[in-house]
């Protein structure tokens, strides 16, 4: 990883910078348009996939990491690999697996993943996929998050558990809510796109507060206020 570099097709991304930070690694981002919606993001893509491959010319690093969401960026990647003999290794998030936007494209991760020397997985079930699918995993379970320069509070009166939520289709939200339902003395947060999952701040339990997506500081306040 000496002399590597970490590739993001976004503004800014704590998993990518995180990573960058534990594994020592130069973070380069490229920004999507602001403006929501899936055709904006498809347009992007091959602005990306050029912007990339300028970049690592330039740049000519000994080593490339990048997630695997799109897979259009892990592409760009091996193919500077091809030319250079760089290798690269891809940061594997779970939605390639569980969402079905990329299932077509699951031939492809195969064949980056046994041209890849390891693939950084951050959960035992997809690092039991990438293992099948060929690829070297290598797990990360946990990232730094800087919690040193945070202030301990003191413990909430009320038992409060944080959820760390996306969301996604392969969350149990509504068993997960249920439970929660379940336990009126525990105060819970959570964080995450709520309305993905069609809820709103009045569909809940009265013990659940939905906070959505917060920026660092305020997720790194609401970690350190917690009971757990």
Not at 56 to 73: G, S, Y
Not at 112 to 136: F, K, M, Q, Y
Not at 183 to 193: E, I, K, M, Q
């Amino acid at each position: 990883l000496r002399d590597g570099i970490i590739l993001t097709w976004a503004a800014e991304s704590f998993r990518s910078q995180a990573t960058a930070t534990a594994l020592g690694l130069e973070p380069h981002w490229i920004a999507p348009p602001a403006g929501p919606g899936p055709l904006r993001k498809a347009a992007f893509y091959p602005v990306a996939f050029w912007r990339t491959l300028q970049l690592l010319r330039r740049r000519r690093p000994r080593t490339v990491v990048c997630l695997n969401r799109p897979p259009f960026r892990p592409r760009a990647c091996a193919l500077y690999g091809l030319g250079s003999g760089a290798p690269f290794l891809m940061d594997f998030h779970s939605g390639a697996i569980g969402k079905r936007v990329w299932r077509p494209f699951r031939p492809l991760y195969r064949w980056l993943l046994r041209r890849s020397p390891a693939t950084l997985c951050h959960n035992h079930e997809d690092a039991e996929v990438v293992r099948s699918w060929g690829g070297r995993p290598v797990r990360l379970l946990s990232l730094p998050v800087g919690l040193d320069r945070v202030a301990e509070p003191d413990p909430p009166v009320t038992p409060t558990i944080l959820a760390v939520c996306s969301f996604a289709q392969d969350e149990p939200t509504r068993l997960m809510l249920e439970v929660m339902r379940r336990r009126p003395g525990v105060r819970f947060l959570l964080t995450g796109r709520y309305a993905k999952a069609g809820l709103t701040p009045e569909t809940v339990h009265r013990n659940v507060t939905l906070l959505g997506f917060l920026p660092y500081e305020a997720y790194l306040d609401a970690l350190c206020a917690a009971t757990a």
